[in-house]
Nanobody
Framework: QLWLVESGGGLVQSGGSLRLSCTDS????????IAWFRQAPGKEREGVSC????????DYTDSAKGRFTVSRDNANNMVYLQMNSLKPEDTAVYHC??????????????????????WGKGTLVAVSS
């Protein structure tokens, strides 16, 4: 079992920045590829970014490219999502997630929510105009 916990959300003005963090209670995060998803009110959950366990493979959806940066610090059991140039349409609850231990990187970095097995409860990002 993997217990993921996100932090770092908040209220920010349009154009501002936030850094989200994801960690887990078992100190095994370094073994997993991690995907970031977000869910805005009344909308489907959508993928944002993904990073492999080593950090060698990184991917972003179009909404995040050029503005968001995913990274990880395996020594400290952390994954980060740096979000710059935030827009009101970025307002959502942001979750980190991962799949079964034996899931492949392509499977997880396809960022399909139904393939994820473990989810954090999320952190709210609100961007005002």
């Amino acid at each position: 079992q993997l217990w993921l916990v996100e932090s770092g959300g908040g209220l920010v003005q349009s154009g501002g920045s936030l850094r989200l963090s994801c960690t887990d209670s078992t100190s095994t995060l370094h073994m997993y590829s991690i995907a970031w998803f977000r869910q805005a009110p009344g909308k489907e959950r959508e993928g944002v970014s993904c990073i492999s366990s080593s950090g060698a493979i990184i991917d972003y959806t179009d909404s995040a490219k050029g503005r968001f940066t995913v990274s990880r610090d395996n020594a400290n059991n952390m994954v980060y999502l740096q979000m710059n140039s935030l827009k009101p349409e970025d307002t959502a609850v942001y979750h980190c997630a991962t799949g079964p231990r034996n899931a492949t990187v392509p499977a997880l970095c396809g960022m399909i929510a139904s393939r994820m097995e473990f989810w954090g409860k999320g952190t709210l990002v609100a961007v005002s105009s």
